[in-house]
């Protein structure tokens, strides 16, 4: 059997494996008879196979560059007693993976152990996005994680002054810090895979008229210290913008080919010293969009299918309710039920209801045409097996590994 290793972000085939491939077929089949017919077949009452968790809206940094700064601090969290019925009726329809993260800070959520050793006792695999403040809430739940969980830790800096400046976290913390924490961690269950998240950010780049803290040359640093640290991976990805709601990429949103140019050229010769300073033990990776910024393919890129199939195997469940796609979390076209809208089998039917006319009528090509979709390789290989008419059966089955989507 075809095995998934090395393949984080091939979607493709994590929706293949042994445990998802029913649910892929089942869904393509129920795509064509809709097309077909024009009449609908219900969507098949299968849980998404992974979703992210917004635990609270709280957030304890005030990071300028934050997407999700208007929907943090709103006040409202999920309580224990939701997130335990929700998991509860998704597990029982196919869950199997939780991207604890936010909107606002998840390890502030005063549950925050609680809630991982819940989604590890329902046999979910579980990841964790953090700013890395409270790793001491990771240490204590550190051993109930196995072989494919993760804590990945946005830092966005190498360097003291621009960790500050790109986090204004409270004065007690400090990368040096948050740093110890992490080896510390690690050091508790080395199967962790740890990551360390970095937001590309370029000099002329201004949010609610505040200029963001260029980090481009600290880039190999990052790498260096990653090493040193014990983390296992870099992630690198490029600063995105939130206008009216959509996020956008940042970098092309103004025509100027020589600014691009050189853009391109200093992270691309960063990332180069980046290779040459990592030891090979720490893997650096390249979000979809940062290869498409530095490929010059933004463009092509931002061209999705009318029908955004991912929907159907990921969505976020939030304080604000639950929506079709982590970019539009807190947006209202993406919001397709109440927070509790998984507690339980009927309100699991009534929000699946709502997924249903949001596969029918949201327009991914209209409304998602200003950024490169992480999922848009996926949603592209999906639409063309759907028109393609070839047989659910033909789809080879790769052995089980990891489905964070
Ligand atoms: C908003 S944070 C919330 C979770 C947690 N508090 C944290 O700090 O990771 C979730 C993710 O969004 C990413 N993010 C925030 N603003 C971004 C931007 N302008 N461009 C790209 N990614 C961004 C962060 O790097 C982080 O990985």
């Not at 329809?93 to 819940?118: A, N």
């Amino acid at each position: 059997m075809e095995k998934l290793e090395k393949r984080e972000h091939d979607f493709g085939a994590k929706l293949r494996q042994k445990s998802v491939i029913d649910n892929l077929r089942q869904y393509i089949t129920w795509e064509r008879q809709l097309r077909d017919s024009g009449t609908a077949p219900a969507l098949p009452p299968l849980s998404p196979v992974s979703i992210n968790l917004d635990l609270t809206s709280a957030c304890n940094f005030r990071c300028p560059h934050c997407v999700d700064s208007g929907i943090i601090n709103t006040g409202e969290a999920l309580d224990l007693d939701t997130i335990m019925q929700s998991l509860d009726t998704l597990r029982g329809r196919g869950l199997l993976s939780v991207i604890l993260i936010g909107g606002g800070e998840p390890t502030i959520h005063p549950d925050f152990e609680e809630i991982v050793r819940y989604c590890r006792g329902q046999g979910l695999q579980v990841g964790i996005v953090t700013n890395g403040s409270r790793l001491d809430r990771v240490a204590r739940i550190a051993d109930l994680l196995g072989e494919g969980d993760w804590v990945r830790l946005s830092l966005d800096a190498a360097r003291e002054d621009t960790f500050r400046k790109s986090h204004r976290p409270g004065k007690n913390v400090t990368l040096g810090k948050i740093l110890a924490d992490a080896r510390a961690v690690k050091g508790l269950n080395p199967s962790i895979s740890l990551g360390y998240s970095y937001v590309i950010v370029w000099e002329g780049i201004s949010i609610n008229g505040t200029e963001l803290c260029r980090n481009i040359d600290e880039i190999p640093e990052a790498v260096a210290l990653a090493g040193d640290y014990g983390f296992d991976y870099v992630s690198f990805k490029p600063c995105l913008l939130r206008l009216d709601g959509s996020l956008k990429e940042s970098l092309f949103s103004r025509p100027d080919k020589e600014r691009e140019d050189r853009i391109i050229r200093e992270i691309r010769e960063n990332m180069d010293k980046a290779r040459a300073v990592s030891d090979g033990t720490v893997k650096i990776l390249e979000s979809v969009n940062l290869h498409a910024m530095l490929d010059r393919s933004v463009h092509e890129l931002k061209r999705q299918p009318k029908v955004c199939h991912s929907q159907f195997f990921r969505t976020v469940l939030a304080p604000s309710g639950v929506f079709h796609c982590p970019a539009y979390r807190g947006v209202p076209k993406g919001r397709i039920a109440d927070s509790d809208g998984y507690r339980g089998h009927e309100g699991f039917l009534s929000t699946h209801g709502s997924l249903e006319r949001s596969i029918r009528e949201f327009d991914a090509e209209r409304e998602c045409n200003v950024i490169v979709c992480f999922y848009h390789h996926v949603n592209w290989w999906i639409e063309r097996f759907i028109e393609s008419g070839r047989s659910v059966d033909e789809l080879e089955v790769v052995e089980d590994n990891n489905f964070f989507l």
